[in-house]
C-alpha cells in the first residue's frame, strides 16, 4: 500500500482534529465542573443560612412555650383554688 501526501495529510487532519476535540472537551468539562462545585457552594451556604434561622425561630419559640408553661404552673393551682372555693360557697 502507498501513501501519497494527500493520506498522510489526511491522517495527520484527523489526529490533529481528535487532539483539538480533546483538549477542548476537557477544558469545557473543567469549567463545568468548577461552575456546578460553585453552585453546589452557593446552594449549601444558602441551606446553612436558612437552618441558622430556622433553629433561632425554634429556640425563640421553645423559649415562649416554657415561659407559657410556668404561667400555667403557677395559674392551675389558683384556678383550682377559685373554682373549689366558689363550690363550697353556695
Keep these: 500500500m502507498k501513501f501519497e501526501i494527500k493520506d498522510i495529510l489526511y491522517i495527520v487532519g484527523i489526529v490533529a482534529s481528535a487532539i483539538v476535540a480533546f483538549l477542548s ?3 469545557n468539562m473543567k469549567e463545568y465542573i468548577r461552575d456546578k462545585i460553585e453552585q453546589q457552594k452557593d446552594e449549601i451556604n444558602d441551606l446553612k443560612l436558612k437552618h441558622q434561622e430556622l433553629k433561632s425561630k425554634d429556640d ?4 415562649v ?5 410556668k404561667q400555667i ?3 392551675i ?8 372555693s366558689k363550690k363550697t360557697k353556695p
Design 25 to 27: 472537551s476537557r477544558h
Design 60 to 63: 425563640l419559640q421553645q423559649q
Design 65 to 69: 412555650i416554657d415561659q407559657i408553661g
Design 73 to 75: 404552673d403557677v395559674l
Design 77 to 84: 393551682p389558683k384556678l383550682l383554688e377559685a373554682v373549689n
